[in-house]
Structure formats: structure tokens, C-alpha cells
T-cell receptor
């Protein structure tokens, strides 16, 4: 069990640029989640996948955000035309999907918009 | 009003003290309750995971859930400086798979 892996750990970009983050879940976990966490707040749900299907999207996920999980393994989260308000920690979590199994988180990607 | 309320702290205690951390919630559909620990610039690390009401103990940690009062607690016995972190409560309903988090309580254990 190597844990949830996220890359890059830190991304600095100028406003208006596009950014893409990657998440590799724990192997054999079929559910994968994206959350966003701002300073002093708890994580907020963005979206989740079961295998390759995106099953739910939060209202926080504006049309500038897109997530994919093409083969049901790793996932990418892309933000287009970044804005100052996108500065946050983007966290990925995975679980086997059974209700008695909790979500395990990666260490996140910290996005800083200049 | 937020669905999950948690006192942000900071909570400062001496080493060896018993720590009590709490969350209240408003959504009666929540059935699964979790406590995560988060160190600075790291992801949340699962500490406790409970279903419905009752108590669960794991080493120095005890989680309590009172669904009738919509109140959950985490107790840490014999607190250590290494316990200094932000503690997040999280909850989930049976139909929905996303977690709803509190804002976190920052704990400082003084040596």
C-alpha cells in the first residue's frame, strides 16, 4: 500500500494560465475524490469517480474546471484561465467504495496564483 | 449556517493532558463519522471511523457519536507534542459518498 500520490506538490502560475494536477489512488481503489481546501477551512468536495465514470460534481466545480479518470486508474484535474480565487490546496482521496471503508487522502497539490 | 460546526481553536494544553475535541452538525442524514489529523502542508490522515452512535477506542484515541444531539467528540489521552496538528471532523450520509468537513481545530501540546 503506497498511499495516494499527488503531483506536483506545489504549482505557482500566473493568473489566466491553465494548470493540470495528477492523482494516483491506492491500487484497486475504484472510487476517487477531489476536494479543495483553503487556509483555515476544512476540505470541500469537488467531484468523484467510480472507476472511469464521473458520478457527482459540486457546484464549486465551475466550467473552468474539468476532471478525468480515463482508464479508471489515475485522475487529472485541470483548471483553465486560473483566477486568484483558485489559490488553494487540491486534495485527492480514494476508497474501495464499500461503505465501511474510509477515504484516504494524498498530501495535495498547493496552487498559488500570482 | 454550516452543516458541520467546529471550534477553530487554537487549543493549547500541557503534555500528558486529556484533550477533548468536538463537532456539531445539522444534517440528520449523516451516518458515518470520521476524525482526521492534518499536519501543516500535508493531507488529512485518518484517525477514527465510526458508524452511527456509540463509542470507539483505538490506543490513546476515543471517538464518541451522539446522533440524538448531533454531536461528536474525539478524546486524546496522554497527549504528546507530536499530537500538535489540526483535527478535522468529517461526516457522510449513506446515499451520498462525499465527505462534509468541519473547519478544523488547531491543537498545540506544550512540552
Amino acid at each position: 500500500d503506497t498511499g495516494v500520490s499527488q503531483n506536483p506538490r506545489h504549482k505557482i502560475t500566473k493568473r489566466g494560465q491553465n494548470v493540470t494536477f495528477r492523482c494516483d489512488p491506492i491500487s484497486e481503489h475504484n472510487r476517487l475524490y477531489w476536494y479543495r481546501q483553503t487556509l483555515g477551512q476544512g476540505p470541500e468536495f469537488l467531484t468523484y469517480f467510480q472507476n472511469e465514470a464521473q458520478l457527482e460534481k459540486s457546484r464549486l466545480l465551475s466550467d473552468r474546471f474539468s476532471a478525468e479518470r480515463p482508464k479508471g486508474s489515475f485522475s487529472t484535474l485541470e483548471i483553465q484561465r486560473t483566477e486568484q480565487g483558485d489559490s488553494a490546496m487540491y486534495l485527492c482521496a480514494s476508497t474501495s467504495g464499500r461503505e465501511d471503508q474510509p477515504q484516504h487522502f494524498g498530501d495535495g497539490t498547493r496552487l498559488s496564483i500570482l | 449556517q454550516k452543516e458541520v460546526e467546529q471550534d477553530p481553536g487554537p487549543l493549547s494544553v500541557p503534555e500528558g493532558a486529556i484533550v477533548s475535541l468536538n463537532c456539531t452538525y445539522s444534517n440528520s442524514a449523516f451516518q458515518y463519522f470520521m476524525w482526521y489529523r492534518q499536519y501543516s502542508r500535508k493531507g488529512p490522515e485518518l484517525l477514527m471511523y465510526t458508524y452511527s452512535s456509540g463509542n470507539k477506542e483505538d490506543g490513546r484515541f476515543t471517538a464518541q457519536v451522539d446522533k440524538s444531539s448531533k454531536y461528536i467528540s474525539l478524546f486524546i489521552r496522554d497527549s504528546q507534542p507530536s499530537d500538535s496538528a489540526t483535527y478535522l471532523c468529517a461526516m457522510m450520509g449513506t446515499g451520498r459518498r462525499a465527505l462534509t468537513f468541519g473547519s478544523g481545530t488547531r491543537l498545540q501540546v506544550q512540552p
